[in-house]
């Protein structure tokens, strides 16, 4: 199976600025993307944003321009740096990875990171 251990966020002030960082373990054979979502207490979970393989990537119209993804390959980890926060911004950020193996395509999710942009 594959494991996904996130890290960063917390409390923010608005204006602020936070770091996510996501790194994937375990039974990995092809990445075919990786990604953040978040969810608001009683809202849907989104998409924030997601790089894939190649390097493309695609950013919620609510962040793009104060978000950007990144990731390290060798280690098998995407972040997330987010400047300019906002309280709407405030959600449990999950980390998302999209694997392919035997020709069949797996999602995995981390456990989620609280977000909270606040004074």
């Known amino acids: 199976q594959v494991q996904l251990v996130e890290s960063g966020g917390g409390l923010v002030q608005p204006g602020g600025s936070t770091w996510l960082s996501c790194a994937a373990s375990g039974s990995i054979f092809n990445i075919k993307a990786m990604g953040w979502y978040r969810q608001a207490p009683g809202k849907q979970r989104e998409l924030v944003a997601r790089i894939t393989s190649g390097g493309n990537t695609d950013y919620a119209d609510s962040v793009e321009g104060r978000v950007t993804i990144s990731r390290d390959n060798a280690k098998n980890t995407v972040s997330l740096q987010m400047i300019n926060l906002k309280p709407e911004d405030t959600a449990v950020y999950y980390c998302?990875?999209?694997?392919?193996?035997?020709?069949?395509?797996?999602?995995?999710w981390g456990q989620g990171t609280q977000v909270t942009v606040s004074l």
């Open positions: 998302n990875v999209r694997i392919a193996r035997s020709s069949l395509e797996y999602v995995y």
